[in-house]
């Protein structure tokens, strides 16, 4: 069970939208859409987490998947709710079971050795590096790909638009998680033409990695 990275061609980045209110699930989809990044991950953060996952999965043409997956419970209200991968800062049995189940892609984190090597025996080979750079950041993780050359890396947590180019060089890093595109002062202005244009930026700087 993999991760399927090439919701479209050219772009190596996942939008991560922790939602403050369902209300602006739309408009951000919308602003996803113009500047040109058709997909989203939604956090399970907050209590309305799974209302505006399923109006942010409702914008034709957007790919939406949830994010924070934490129990089997929360995987299968989530697809039930429209994502349609699922993203998890750790792995589990019941969430490894879970996703199976439900049959959708699978998204597991870890960052430790050990829990890379779970990851792996349990048939995962895309794993989500979290948190990135709290853990250390590249240079951790470059190490740890020499220990693992078999596995895919989707970094994320605190990357930015300065270093995400860095870590897509790496021929490990299949693509990677942020959420500065989405600036949450932006947002909470309802300022989503300005929005837009970040997200614009983000596709632009995506489109220049090798």
Not at 143 to 161: D, H, K, Q, W
Not at 166 to 185: C, I, R, T
Request: with cysteine.
């Amino acid at each position: 069970m993999t991760f399927p990275l090439s919701f479209r061609p050219g772009f190596q980045i996942v939008p991560v939208c922790n939602l403050t209110t369902p209300e602006e699930a739309s408009p951000l989809g919308g602003a996803l859409l113009a500047g040109g990044i058709p997909v989203a991950e939604v956090t399970l953060r907050s209590p309305d987490a799974l209302v505006g996952l399923k109006r942010l999965a409702g914008v034709d043409g957007l790919t939406v998947g949830a994010g924070t997956v934490r129990t089997a419970v929360q995987l299968r209200r989530a697809v039930d709710a429209g994502a349609s991968f699922v993203v998890s800062p750790l792995l589990t049995e019941g969430l490894a079971l879970a996703a199976r189940d439900a049959g959708v892609p699978f998204l597991p984190g870890a960052v430790t050795a050990r829990e890379i090597q779970l990851a792996v025996d349990a048939g995962f080979t895309t794993i989500k590096f979290f948190p990135a750079e709290p853990s250390g950041g590249l240079r951790v993780l470059r190490a740890l790909c020499e220990v693992f050359p078999e596995v895919r890396f989707v970094p994320t947590g605190g990357i930015s638009a300065a270093t995400v180019l860095d870590y897509l060089a790496h021929p490990q890093v299949v693509a990677v998680g942020g959420s500065w595109m989405l600036p949450q002062g932006l947002r909470a202005a309802g300022d989503w033409a300005g929005v837009t244009a970040e997200v614009a930026a983000c596709a632009r700087l995506m489109a220049s990695s090798p």
